[in-house]
């Protein structure tokens, strides 16, 4: 049953490079990086994930590093972020605070989506290696969170996974429910489509609604 | 004789495990995360030094994310540091600086416990594999390292291996011990705790005493 | 062809290692880390770029680890800087700002050595890994710019691959010079110095002419 969604795996992937790799490139542009530190903050935020997992599975080379559909999106992501960025900004001049505002939300927004795509199909391949169920659910939630992860430390700034609102959560949802459904038979293209997008729901809500998981000092917001 | 000591050498990495992920819990608690990113930080703190050295061994997937027996331990302390510290605050209320420097020490205990737990497991892993003597000291050095690094690193820390006083060179030596054991045939279980426990006292005499390592600089404390 | 270049990358290799060993230690030696802070670092920024590029490539355990003669270099390296900063100190007196100026210069010249030396052997070993000409171009990329960015990562800085002038371009440059001349069967050890010093030299030119990559924001210089 899992073999025969090769190609829906595919998809999710190529999917979710795209959108890291666009929360990647934002990241940079934010950092006032060149255009070579954009086009490889994309690259990493694209394609880390998958590769941390890879690794995990003993599956090298990693897809990241051979498998040019993987590879072109997280390119091709980088390029856009560069070129869209010059020009929107010569178009409609925003104040400084009010784009850094913009670029943060977009890049939460975008990061939700590669999230989800990517927790739903790390799992995936994780099942496809035979990986036990407790397995499974911890690479789901490591390629969805490792792209991301290795974009804010090379960035300078702390991990999202750490200081923001529910974050590794939905991706352990996620993921949880694609491992359930594999051992009861119940893997369908739907349930898969429907894992995606019920962890980008409660991520997007998340953010929205500012959540925050309980922190052991009672206090909210930024800090560091 | 390194085959016989396979429980003993899981119950190491049990124990390392443990300490390792107290030492993350407290980290994030004073960084103020949320229960989530004190439990993603007690895990990587964890587990993070066994995946790096299984994943350079090539021992894939990492015991760290297939065997519950080492899982266990990092998400109980995660959650044990969050529930702890938030009733002791409350019981007993300490100035600011106070607990941020009890919270530090804590740190540098369990860190001690760790590295010396760990250093000790890493040659054994790496023996068993039959590494090269230098490959299992350094191998040693890595696991006992590389989660707190990479804690400190998420963290947004300089990572304690490069800023304090002797810290890879407890571990070092540990790993040697157990090296030069096996070479000679000695390595008993009593000299395998020995190894244990003298990376440790070595380590807490270097933060008790604060003895530093010589710099270049002829200056000591801390700097960034 | 590539086989017989055998003794050749290791040769590539042990320079490689050697000068990113020094900058490592020089980078240490700035942010005033102690003596084994000063190897680690070495350690770290010689032997890290590589040690990725065999664990991508599912050469496991890494060359870094087990064998010495590039563990040598790296470690004497640290311990030279070390050595040669303390006396050269008291030797000539120099004002804080010339001497951090120095150091930054010197580092970046031999991280541009580095930079040349691991774009060609990275990708030479990935071509003996029966590597796609696309993965090879990728893991030179990555070797050559993988130590440097864990030295920076440890040390607390933003990788230079993110925010310096042209550096990740000419590694770009050499690693595809080596996979075109190898499927056209050009590999010659003549051609593979020429690439070397190609990369090398627009690396020394891009740090002395200020050369960057066009940024999104049209500004240039040090920013974080």
Do not use: C
Request: glycine share 12%; proline share 4%.
């Amino acid at each position: 049953m899992v073999t025969q969604d090769y190609d829906l795996q595919l998809l999710l992937d190529i999917l979710g490079v795209f959108v890291f790799a666009l929360s990647g490139g934002l990241v940079a542009v934010r950092k006032g990086l060149d255009l070579v530190g954009v086009v490889v903050l994309a690259w990493v935020a694209g394609l880390g994930g998958g590769m941390i997992r890879d690794v995990l599975l003993g599956d090298t080379p990693p897809d990241g590093l051979t498998d040019w559909r993987l590879l072109a999106p997280a390119a091709v992501a980088g390029l856009a972020i560069f070129l869209w960025y010059r020009r929107l900004r010569s178009v409609i001049p925003l104040r400084a605070h009010v784009r850094a505002k913009l670029i943060g939300r977009s890049v939460r927004v975008l990061d939700a989506g590669g999230l989800a795509l990517f927790a739903v199909s790390g799992s995936l391949k994780a099942l496809q290696f035979d990986s036990s169920a407790l397995a499974a659910v911890i690479l789901g939630v490591i390629t969805a969170t490792g792209g991301g992860a290795l974009r804010d430390v090379l960035a300078g700034q702390v991990p999202e996974v750490l200081r923001r609102e529910l974050y590794a959560v939905p991706a352990l949802i996620g993921a949880t429910l694609v491992v359930v459904a594999d051992s009861f038979g119940f893997l369908t293209p739907l349930l898969i489509w429907g894992a995606v997008a019920l962890v980008f729901a409660i991520r997007l809500a998340a953010v929205a609604l500012d959540l925050n998981a309980p922190t052991a000092l009672r206090t909210t917001g930024e800090r560091r």
